[in-house]
């Protein structure tokens, strides 16, 4: 059964990979800026944010070729908003000097589609606290990390040199990396995808 992740995520790619899962990637054809702004409108939580944004990424994959599909997205949660993936260096700046010395959420969602029906969905919230770093930090920081502040929100990546901005992290691992894995493999060992 072919497995397909609905998703440009690198760090997705490199856990299905490191997992050792076959899998093919093919990018969804969502909007997600005006799925997003849609959403948003309605007054969704982040938790139905994300759901329904992995939703729309499966299912817009899975219309359209065979197999099992994955769709996945993750939205960070603080004091009632939501915020993004930063536009450039200043902004994810702005991310971090809001994020210091507070907890935020990960809302991070998976869903599995077949011949364009949702056949399993996950969602999953680790909490975080950020440090309160010094602005001397934070500037070498940004400086060191260079553009990988930019592809995920937060404006850093647990797995790297983003560990240097926590004092602690509640919940799954893989979840703040974007994705639910263990959860998810092991729906795909009931349905045969994965060698139980």
Same mark, same amino acid.
């Given at each position: ?35 997003? $702004? ?93 440090? $309160? ?64």
């Amino acid at each position: 059964m072919t497995l397909i992740l609905a998703s440009g995520s690198a760090a997705r790619r490199r856990m299905l990979e490191a997992a050792g899962l076959a899998f093919i990637v093919e990018a969804p054809r969502v909007d997600e800026e005006a799925a997003k $702004a849609s959403l948003r409108a309605g007054g969704l939580k982040p938790r139905d944010q994300a759901d329904a944004l992995a939703e729309l990424k499966a299912l817009s994959v899975s219309r359209r070729r065979e197999g099992f599909v994955i769709g996945a997205d993750q939205m960070l949660a603080i004091e009632g908003d939501v915020l993004d993936k930063p536009k450039d260096a200043e902004e994810a700046r702005i991310h971090l000097e809001r994020l210091r010395g507070k907890t935020h959420e990960l809302v991070t969602a998976a869903v599995v589609a077949r011949e364009g029906s949702i056949i399993w969905r996950h969602v999953d919230t680790p909490k975080l606290r950020m440090r $309160a770093f010094s602005d001397v930090f934070l500037s070498d920081y940004l400086e060191r990390a260079g553009t990988d502040v930019l592809h995920s929100v937060g404006a850093y990546q647990l797995e790297g040199l983003g560990a240097q901005l926590f004092e602690r992290v509640e919940g799954d691992y893989f979840s703040v990396l974007g994705l639910p894995l263990l959860p998810l493999l092991a729906f795909l060992r009931e349905h045969g995808v994965v060698r139980a």
